[in-house]
Every structure is written in C-alpha cells, then in structure tokens.
C-alpha cells in the first residue's frame, strides 16, 4: 500500500501522561511522528493534537483505532492534505546589520508575507507562517546570508469537513 | 458488579470522614467490593500496609513471594470470578515487578488495578531512593495509569481505576500514590465512577449490522465461528449455545475461549491456530462465512494472513473498535457487548443443521485422532505422554475442575486435552505467553473459587520462574493441585529447535533440582512418578486431597506437539507430523 501524508487530529481530556500514551502507540510501531503539535481547541477544556505521519492508510487505520481506544482520547480522526486546511509557523533570528548591508534581505521578507516581529541593534526576528514548502523556500533564500538562529513548528490544521466532538460530548452529557 | 456490598452502602450514607489517605485507600477497596488483596510492602507502601493491619477483619491481603506472584494471582483470581483483581506494591522494584503481570493482563484483557506505593512528592524526579518512573514504565501494558499526590484525589482516582478496569473490554490499571498523600488527613466521601465522557465501554449495536449479518449466516453454506475470551468477560455463553444450536453452526474457539461452550458439545469443534485442532484449522480456509465473537484474530489463530480465510466473509463481533479490520479486515462488524449483540442475532437467524458441512469436521476428526490424538492420550510407547496426564485429571474431576496452565508444550496439551463442562474454567497466559503465570495464577484462581478444585499444569521451566510462591501456598493452606510435565527441557523451545534449528538444543536442556523435597520443604504433600502404572492412582490420591498436593510426572523427553501450523504458514497447511 502506498504511503502517504496523514494529518491525525486527536480531541482529548488534559492529562498529564497523556502525551506520553499516544506517543508510544507509533514507537509501538516504529511510525515517526513527523511533526507533533499540542494546544487548546474550539470546546473548553479538550485538548486537541496534531500529528503528522508519513505512512500507510492501513497503519494510519490502526493508529487512530488505538488512540481514539486510549480513556482520556475523546475522538481522533485522520486526513489526507487535500482534506485539511494545513499551516506551520517558522521564526529566523538574523544578524540586523543585514537589513541594512544586503538590500535582497527586503525583498525577501516582501515577497514572502513574513512579520517582523522585534529589531535590536543585534537582531531582528522573522516570523512566517504557511506551508511546509513556503518556509522552506525562505530558509533557502535567506540561508547564504546567514540565520542565526531558526525553528519551525508542527502542522495545525483544520478539516474542511466536520468533526462531530461537540455532539459527542453533548450525547455524554445526557 | 451489580451487587453493592453492604459496605458500600453504609460509605454513601456517611456524610465525610477525616483519615489518612492510607485508610482511604482501604475504604475505597471495600466500597469496590473488594475482599481479597495480593501485595508486597515495602518502604513507600507502608502506611497502607499500617492501615490495612487495622482491617484485617474486612480486607484478606496475601502476601505472595514477589510482586509478579502477586499480578499473575490477582489475574487468577479475576479471570475465575470476572471480578477485578487487586495487587499492591512499593515503589522502585515492587513497582517493576509488576510489569510483567500488567503486559500480560492487558493483552488477555484481565480487569485488574494495581496501586503502587510512590516517593514523597516532594522528591519526585530526584532519583530518591526507590523511586521509579513507574507511570512511564507502565504506559504501555495498562489501559489506564494515574499518579495521585495528594490524598484528596484517592477517592476519585480509584472509583475511576475500578471503573476503567472493568468495563467495556476489562484491563490493568495502575495507580501510583506518594508516601505523603498516604499519610495526609482529608475529609473522606466516596461516589462511584459512573462513566467517563472521553471512554465509551459498551459500543451501541447497530441494528443494520446485525441485519446484514443474520442475512449473511442465513445463506451460508459453510458458516464457521470462531469464538474467544469475549463470550466469557461478556457473559454470554448462554448466546454463544443458543446461536450455535439455532444455526446449527461448527463452533470453535481460540485457547482464551476456551471453557465458554462445553467441550463436549456436539457443535464444539475444537481450537482454532498454531495448535489447534486439524478440522477448524483447514476448514478456517473452507468456510464461506467466518463468524468471530469476541476474538482479535492474533497470530497465532491466524498463521500466514495473506492466506487466511480470503475465500470468506468475514463476520466480527467485538466490542472494541479497534479490533475490528486490525488484522483480518471484516466484512461486516457487530460492535457491542457480545451478549448484546448475541441476543439481537438470535432472533433473526434461520434454524439450520449443515449436515453435509459437519460431517467434513467429524472427517477431519477422524484424521486428526487416528494421527495425532490417538497415539498422545492412549500411547503404546513406554514414556508417559503429557496428554494421558490430562486425559486423567479430566476423569478424575469429572470435567469440573478449574485448570490453570503455564507456557509451552503442556500448555498447548492442556488445552487441546482439558474437557470443560463449566465456563471461566480455564486460566492460561494466552496473548503474552508468560512463563511462570500458572503458580500464583493458581493460588488467585482457587482462593477466588474455593468450591471448585484447581489443577495447576506446569512445565519444569515455568515452575521454576515463580516456584517461590510455594511459599505463598504454604503460608495460606491454599489447596491448589500442582502438577509438573517434566521433560527437563523447555520443550516447546526444543521442539522448534528440532523441527526449525537442526536439532541444535542451544539452552533448552534443564537440569533440575529434586522438586518432590522442594515441595516437602514448604509441607506441601508431594509425589513423583514416572510409570504409567501408577498415573491413574495418584492423580485420583491428588484429586482427593483436601490439602495442596504436588504431582511431578516424569514425561517423554522429546516428545513434540501437533498438530502445528508452522509460524508464517497459512493455517490450512497445518502439519500433523
């Protein structure tokens, strides 16, 4: 079978430990976790994940079988890109004496959307949210110049069709 | 679990209570309906052990002699009662010695709850003395973990462990408590866990499943269930009979389903995988439709799963999701307790007989008794056969005993040869193949089954892995009959060894110390034979004690087991030789 990109999205209770338990079902499986993110979502007090995985329908199946079967998961789900709304977010720290040497370095936050987000007489911050290949494509562009330092997040993502978590809860709540 | 225990009551009336989170703990067992304990002290346990001494009079503790002996009786104990079994340990190594027993009742879905004693919190993460992350350790192998640190959260986070446990699929759970929120007083009130929102135990049937499904049994022609240990932690053995008897279908199981439908039932067709029965193994890739109820299609049933069953649909009853398409992809799934579901079935299935399809298995039967069952349970060769052995405890119980089996070759014999007329009879390490289970899973079984005797079946490498919880028996006058097939080798390591490795016997041959004066060393009658003139005698002279009885059966040496499906070969190339 052919392995693809999957984004699961998992709606949980916020338990210590919990991070713990999911990550273990890919170690279980040797499955790399390609990019792993953790905050609040749209209902109060559920937690939401997303993990990006690299891998088979069929694993990608038992995978989220397992999570969702874990007692504090609520609901997991996992999608194709084409199904989801996808971004990440990457920060570059340069050197700000580029801003003013190099005249590319304009252009290039131009051309890209990015922020600026703070300048000090040592450093200015980049910050540039989008598409795995967009912040690539910058990291390349600015890469010859120097980056003195750079991080980029997990996948968030929504699913452009529903995800029933407040039904569920409503049904528990009765 | 229906039934409150006065106990219970009693708590729910009183208002609050001020105490210490170590007697909480003791009131929250009692208030679970919880009688009997296995456990270790140990340093950060302690104040619940203080507690307990207090208690004596409502809650049994046992101690075994180590902490996996405690896990595999807790175990033992729940898997003849369907009550969750309880095991208590210290921190550090009381808490890593559970391991073993966790793994093994998460993978034979065991309800058990496991507290753990803990450090202080306030030397959590210090690498204090006996301090193990035992929340991590034991992610993997429970179906639920907490660590409490304050004794506020006691009542709580044991309702919902219990809950958890127990309900939907059972499993372990494991709850960690710090020495400091044993000792802190709080205001005590206990509520039982109703549910939980993120955990849906009991899957709602579907009736258009259920449709779907009749529709498929009704027009099968060579239908064949294969039913697991579901039917047993759902109670359904009374649906499981009316299905089979309505439909008129070959019924065989997997060794966790085992003992759910009377052996001897005429529609009873044996075990299915690796050493199964030779019919429902070839005629698993014959049927027309595969019914599975309460099973997980592991490998060992399955063998080779490109070849397994494709000329079938596939019908799967379980009531975890997750189960369903795992391994062998269903065609139609029936999520739900299996006496649910069962009792939807019922009715919409047409009375059957599927003469022709039975008179197949009865063929296969012959084939198999003339080749293989014949020559293990009435053999002319000199040595005695473990199958005999069985085949003597089964007429000297009268079918009614409670038969406990450790790993390897005798596991596989007892469970081809044990005859059961009662269900929750058979107490094995399926799923894990624990070595070393069946001792203290004996000791869980009968203290949870003092009506019934309880037949330990060891081999003389399983013994010795927990041997020490003779003790246990000693101490506690448990009469558990204790019989060992020894071959000094662990055999079934040796058998692959000869038919996969050229004979080359790396570490598979024991020398063995005298066990007769090892059992006479805790008090415990004992007696070794090795002819089978004197097989019959002694089992019944066993069978008849009031009192623990060790049996020793000097058995072939190399003798091997079939049928097999060799590992990865698809389950109709089953060898009877």
Redesign the interface.
């Known amino acids: 079978m052919e392995k693809k990109w999957f984004t699961i999205s998992v709606y949980s209770e916020n338990s210590v430990g919990l991070l713990n338990r999911i990550s273990g079902i890919f170690l279980k499986r040797h499955i790399n976790i390609e990019s792993l993110n953790v905050s609040k979502s749209e209902i109060d007090n559920v937690s939401k994940f997303t993990i990006v995985v690299y891998t088979t329908e069929d694993w990608v199946r038992n995978i989220v079988g397992q999570v969702e079967k874990q007692i504090e998961v609520i609901k997991a789900f996992y999608h194709t890109d084409e199904e989801i709304i996808y971004q990440e977010s990457a920060v570059f720290k340069i050197d700000s004496s580029l801003l003013f040497d190099e005249r590319n370095i304009q252009n290039i936050i131009k051309d890209s959307h990015s922020q600026i987000v703070t300048v000090s007489r040592d450093f200015f911050v980049l910050a540039k949210s989008g598409r795995r290949n967009e912040i690539d494509e910058m990291y390349q562009q600015l890469k010859p110049y120097g980056i003195m330092q750079f991080v980029r997040s997990g996948r968030i993502a929504v699913s452009k069709s529903e995800m029933q978590i407040s039904a569920i809860l409503k049904e528990f709540n009765q | 679990m229906e039934t409150l225990k006065k106990e219970k009551v009693e708590l729910e009336n009183q208002k609050s209570l001020r105490i210490s989170g170590a007697e909480a703990i003791i009131h929250c067992l009692l208030a679970e309906g919880v009688d009997l304990i296995y456990g270790y002290p140990g340093g950060a346990i302690m104040p619940f052990y203080d507690e307990l001494y207090k208690f004596q009079d409502k809650l049994t503790h046992v101690l075994t002699r180590h902490e996996q002996g405690a896990t595999h009786a807790a175990q033992g104990y729940a898997r003849v009662t369907g009550k969750v079994g309880v095991a208590v340990a210290t921190s550090g190594p009381g808490a890593t010695n559970l391991v073993t027993g966790l793994a093994d009742a998460q993978i034979d879905s065991t309800p058990m709850v496991c507290i753990t004693g803990q450090v202080p919190r306030e030397l959590l993460g210090s690498d204090a003395f006996q301090e193990t992350d035992i929340?991590?350790i034991s992610?993997?192998v429970t179906?639920?973990?907490?660590?409490v640190t304050n004794a506020s959260e006691i009542p709580e986070v044991l309702a919902k462990a219990f809950y958890?446990a127990r309900s939907g699929r059972p499993g372990p759970v494991l709850v960690d408590i710090t020495k400091n929120a044993q000792f802190e007083e709080f205001d005590f009130s206990y509520s039982y866990c109703k549910?939980?929102?993120?955990?849906t135990p009991y899957p709602k049937p579907d009736p258009k499943s259920i449709e779907i499904a009749a529709d498929l049994i009704n027009s099968a022609k060579k239908p064949l269930i294969v039913f697991g240990q579901g039917v047993i932690l759902g109670e359904a053995e009374e649906q499981l009979k009316a299905l089979v008897e309505k439909a008129g279908i070959p019924a065989a199981w997997t060794i966790l389903g085992l003992s759910a439908m009377d052996t001897k039932h005429p529609l009873n067709v044996g075990m299915v995988g690796m050493h199964g029965n030779y019919a429902p193994n070839v005629l698993t890739n014959e049927c027309d439709v595969l019914i599975a109820i309460g099973m997980r299609f592991d490998d060992r049933v399955t063998g080779s799963l490109a070849t397994y069953a494709k000329q079938a649909k596939v019908i799967h009853f379980d009531i975890?999701?997750?189960e369903?398409?795992?391994n062998v992809k269903a065609d139609v799934a029936v999520l739900g307790n299996a006496k649910d579901t069962l009792e939807l079935i019922l009715p919409l299935v047409k009375p059957n007989k599927h003469e022709a399809w039975h008179n197949e298995f009865k063929k296969k039967y012959e084939v198999e008794f003339e080749q293989v069952i014949k020559n293990d349970v009435y053999p002319t060769k000199e040595k005695l056969t473990m199958a005999e052995v069985m085949e003597e405890i089964n007429i000297a119980s009268g079918h009614k005993a409670i038969i406990v089996s450790d790993v390897g070759q005798h596991q596989m014999i007892a469970c081809r040869y044990a005859k059961f007329k009662q269900t929750k009879s058979n107490v094995t390490s399926g799923g894990l193949g624990t070595m070393g289970f069946a001792l203290p899973a004996a000791i869980g079984a009968k203290m949870g089954a003092m009506d019934r005797e309880v037949v330990a079946i060891i081999g003389d490498g399983g013994y010795q892995m927990t041997i020490q919880e003779l003790g246990t028996i000693f101490q506690n006058k448990t009469p558990v009959k204790i019989v060992v097939l020894n071959n000094e080798h662990l055999g079934m390591v040796r058998q692959w060894q000869e038919l996969f490795f050229e004979s080359r016997y790396a570490s598979t041959v024991m020398v063995n110390p005298d066990f007769v004066k090892i059992a006479e060393g805790y008090s415990i009658q004992a007696k070794r034979i090795s002819e089978r003139k004197d097989l019959k005698a002694t089992i019944q002279e066993m069978m008849a004690s009031k009192d623990a009885y060790f049996l020793e059966v000097c058995v072939e040496k190399e003798d091997n087991v079939f049928p097999m499906v060799p590992s990865g070969a698809s389950v109709s190339d089953i060898r009877l030789k």
């Open positions: 929340i991590g992610t993997p179906k639920w973990n907490c660590q958890i549910g939980v929102r993120s955990f975890d999701p997750a369903i398409s795992k």
